[in-house]
């Protein structure tokens, strides 16, 4: 089965997803990821990890921007979920904290934000999938992250 097929098998109606959560609520408390941004600095990543091909000739430092790595480097993003989850995270947040168009400005790179942003969320939920499917009685859950629009 490939991945977007377990993926999409893995989707879920808001109906569900609430009654899943509001159950989970009700039994105990629901731990959150922590700070997506200290976790990314600890890899040391440089400029050449931000822009990845994609973004090689890009005309601005994008060093940085945590969210693009969800684009250029995935493999981060997604092992960063996977720590969360392994320490016992619940709900994990999309990499998505400058996700807006006015953060993304900064960069050059406002074109890209519905890109990033969906791309983000793929990966946490893909994450978070594994996780629910090794304890199916305990699902994990993906909430939204957005920073400040200014």
Known sequence: ???????????QSRGEVRSQLTQ??????L?????MGTM????????????GNRFREHDRDLKGDNDLLVLTRPD???NIHHEYLEAGSDIIE????????????DYGLEAIVYELNVEAARLAKRASTVWT???????RFVAGAIGPTN
Not at 24 to 29: D, N, Q, V
């Open 1 to 11: 089965m490939s991945e977007e097929s377990q993926l999409n098998g893995a989707l």
């Open 24 to 29: 989970a609520l009700a039994g105990r408390i």
């Open 31 to 35: 731990l959150v990821d922590g700070a």
């Open 40 to 51: 990314i600095q600890r890899r040391g990543l440089s400029e050449a990890d931000f822009r």
């Open 76 to 78: 981060v993003i997604e």
């Open 94 to 105: 999309t990499n998505t904290f400058n996700g807006t168009s006015v953060s993304q400005a």
């Open 133 to 139: 499917g090794r304890t199916p009685d305990r699902p």
